[in-house]
Nanobody, 118 residues
């Protein structure tokens, strides 16, 4: 069974907004640090944003002020609000737990494609 199912991507113009969602399986979600990752064509998958189990957040410098990670532990859903999108944000976006967590899985979901045109 797939642990994480991502949705909400699309094709947008630069400056637009999208909100990604990740539906997570398992009761360990609420206790886990969770992250959004992205993989651009020809590049490795990298962490974009991280949220602790008590709501503290951190994002990479290139999306600071534009992306916000949040979570709903009652619904087991992780969100990524993306504003003022840029062409360099084009990638497949995935969610997963922090790699240091037991909730992390090497069986990634299908991801959701975000394409930003200039």
């Amino acid at each position: 069974q797939v642990r994480f199912v991502e949705s909400g991507g699309g094709l947008v113009q630069a400056g637009a907004s999208l909100r990604l969602s990740c539906a997570a399986q398992g009761s360990a979600f609420r206790a886990s640090y969770m992250g959004w990752y992205r993989q651009a064509p020809g590049k490795q998958r990298d962490l974009v944003a991280l949220i602790s189990n008590d709501g503290r957040t951190n994002v990479i410098d290139s999306v600071k002020g534009r992306f916000t990670i949040s979570r709903d532990d009652d619904k087991n859903i992780l969100y990524l609000q993306m504003n003022n999108l840029k062409p360099e944000d084009t990638a497949v976006y995935y969610c997963n737990a922090d790699p240091r967590s037991d909730y992390y899985t090497s069986d990634w979901g299908q991801g959701t494609q975000v394409t930003v045109s200039s």
